[in-house]
């Protein structure tokens, strides 16, 4: 096979399967912020975190990785929580600019603290999560793992479920009518905090499953979560702030932009070329793909 | 209304006088900063790069050009503040979070391709090779700290004034003006687009000023400078401190490099007591120290100190 086919390979797979993880990392920061007008910045730590835990079930009580995945769904499920009563319940009805800046800063002390105890609990070295299935096929030059394959199916499945809970569990439509308008949402009986409370415990589950993926697919590293959130932001930011169909379909394309730059011009060039794709986005079209269109504008 | 004349040139021991020395660049990135997030409400995180890139282009000078460091200073000011005009272009159509997003951006490029640089063009990870700053190498470490304290609290005594000159003009007006509400504003007059750049432009060579320093007095200048915690540092003195507050980030400085010197002795738990502190001070204190104090001050003893 010539070069040319076997980097669109390359190019194709990694899309899919890095595109699928981001997606489910994105609509993570995208429904929360979507929800609340809250800028995760701890997003990353959630990831890594997420990757952390899944390895503890696996190395330490040999689970399998699908069921090790599970309990990192959980224990997300619980860092939201956490974070809900820590930050967000005590600076509710705030306002606006302090709302946005305090809610920041208080992600960003979240993050650091998460990742010195994963430094401190874990130590610095790399840590690989078992593969669920064995094997490789090689097509051309580009090895596709099955591991691989079934970590992009697990976060396929992940987006589906979670679109289908938002579009036909009584609390998903609770959370989309929040997010669309929270006063609306609240003359129709739908309570605000508990939804809030509800969005960052589905938007934590989501964000540590999909670090566990992405542990998955490379290894763990304590200091890994940085480059997953600005890509995540990247995307989230291209889809639209707010929206989950503009996140899922931006995430894809960012991955197949990442993807592209990585086998064509070399992977330290991945993240600068998004940036840049950011700033361009931003320029000439900062709402993105599907974002609503705030009256944020002078 | 009186004006925070801290920090008087006495003497203190030596290994303090490098910590305040920090203090004095940080407190003037901070202001810096303060000046364009806090006070124009302009949410930028470009302080940093603009800070780095100054400092760059001043260290990059007096190596490839041999020019003396005070020619270098100049320049890399100068550029400095092309530098965040650069930035301020695309931000100043973009709003709230947004604006961070696209200066995050640009910081982030920047330090990207500050440590992927190979080309030996910027020295990369390792940051330039050393040289010479304002006072000669051939002083004593003793001496050589001792001028570069007066030379740092000179350029803090000189920003702080510059603040101070800025927020009671009618152009600090214009700038609370668009901070607080850019419509009604722009409704009696104020151009909110030029107002804006003009923050930028004035936050951007006040903190080009703080890296120029910082170029000449280490000798070096490293992609480190750029690093997430670095930048959340100082973003958290501005923060803790009280942003849009006068010396709201003169105190903060003050209290962020003395607990990140305090807490050099805990070694790992130096970060997550760091992390807990920020988290607790945005929650309990979203407006910062410095409102509390002028409270505290207000009640007590009567006075109004700060702005």
């Known amino acids: ?298 | 209304m009186s004006v925070i004349f801290g920090i008087l040139p006495f003497i203190i021991p030596e290994y303090l006088l490098s910590t305040m020395i920090l203090f004095f660049v940080w407190a003037v990135v901070a202001q810096s900063w303060n000046l364009v997030w806090g006070i124009a409400g302009l949410w930028s995180m470009g302080q940093m790069a603009i800070f780095a890139m100054a400092g760059y282009c001043t260290g990059w000078l007096i190596i490839h050009f041999n020019l003396s460091p005070f020619i270098s200073v100049f320049f890399g000011i100068i550029i400095s503040v092309f530098a965040s005009l650069i930035i301020a272009l695309p931000s100043i159509r973009l709003q709230g979070v947004y604006v961070i997003l696209m200066t995050i951006s640009f910081h982030e490029i920047f330090r990207i391709l500050l440590t992927n640089d190979t080309t030996g063009f910027t020295g990369g990870i390792f940051g330039l090779p050393m040289y010479e700053g304002f006072v000669s190498d051939s002083l004593g470490f003793s001496e050589k700290i001792f001028v570069q304290y007066y030379i740092g609290l000179a350029m803090f005594v000189f920003a702080t004034l510059i603040i101070w000159l800025v927020l009671n003009s009618r152009l600090g007006l214009a700038f609370k003006a668009i901070g607080l509400e850019p419509i009604y504003a722009s409704s009696r007059g104020i151009s909110v687009y030029g107002t804006q750049i003009k923050a930028f432009l004035i936050g951007g060579g006040l903190a080009g000023i703080a890296g120029a320093y910082w170029a000449q007095y280490f000798g070096t200048m490293q992609p480190a400078v750029l690093s997430y915690d670095t930048m959340v540092l100082v973003f958290a003195m501005m923060v803790v401190g009280g942003w849009g507050t006068f010396s709201g980030p003169i105190i903060g400085a003050l209290i962020m490099v003395f607990i990140s010197e305090f807490l050099h002795a805990t070694h790992q738990y130096r970060l997550m007591i760091l992390g807990i502190l920020i988290i607790s001070t945005s929650v309990l204190l979203p407006g910062g120290l410095a409102p509390l104090i002028n409270k505290f001050f207000n009640k007590y003893f009567k006075i109004n100190i700060f702005v």
Request: glycine residues 10%.
């Open chain 1, 1 to 298: 096979m010539g070069l040319f086919l076997n980097t669109l390979v390359a190019i194709a797979y990694t899309t899919v399967v890095l595109g699928s993880i981001f997606a489910a990392s994105s609509v993570s920061l995208s429904l929360i912020y979507g929800t609340m007008r809250f800028l995760n910045l701890a997003h990353g730590s959630f990831l890594v975190i997420g990757g952390y835990v899944a390895w503890v079930f696996a190395h330490y009580l040999g689970l399998p990785l699908y069921l090790a995945i599970v309990f990192a769904t959980g224990f997300g499920f619980a860092l939201g929580l956490f974070t809900y009563f820590i930050m967000l319940k005590p600076l509710l009805g705030i306002g606006s600019p302090k709302w946005d800046i305090a809610t920041i800063i208080a992600s960003v002390g979240l993050a650091i603290f998460l990742e010195a105890a994963i430094l401190l609990i874990f130590g610095p070295r790399l840590k690989a999560l078992p593969h669920a299935i064995e094997g490789s096929v090689i097509i051309g030059t580009t090895v596709i793992r099955y591991n691989a394959l079934f970590i992009g199916a697990v976060a396929i499945a992940m987006l589906v479920i979670t679109n289908w809970y938002l579009t036909n569990s009584r609390n998903g439509i609770a959370l989309r009518a929040v997010a669309s308008d929270v006063d609306a949402a609240y003359l129709m009986g739908i309570p605000s905090s508990k939804m809030f409370a509800s969005a960052i415990a589905i938007s934590g589950a989501l964000a540590t499953s999909a670090g566990a993926l992405l542990g998955s697919f490379y290894l763990l590293k304590p200091d890994r979560g940085l480059d997953p959130m600005m890509t995540a932001i990247v995307v989230v930011v291209f889809g639209g702030l707010g929206s989950i169909k503009g996140t899922i379909i931006a995430a894809y394309i960012v991955g197949f932009i990442q993807a592209f730059v990585a086998l064509t011009i070399g992977i330290k060039w991945s993240l600068p070329v998004l940036f840049a794709f950011m700033i361009v986005v931003l320029i000439f079209r900062p709402y993105g793909l599907y974002g609503e269109s705030q009256q944020k504008r002078i």
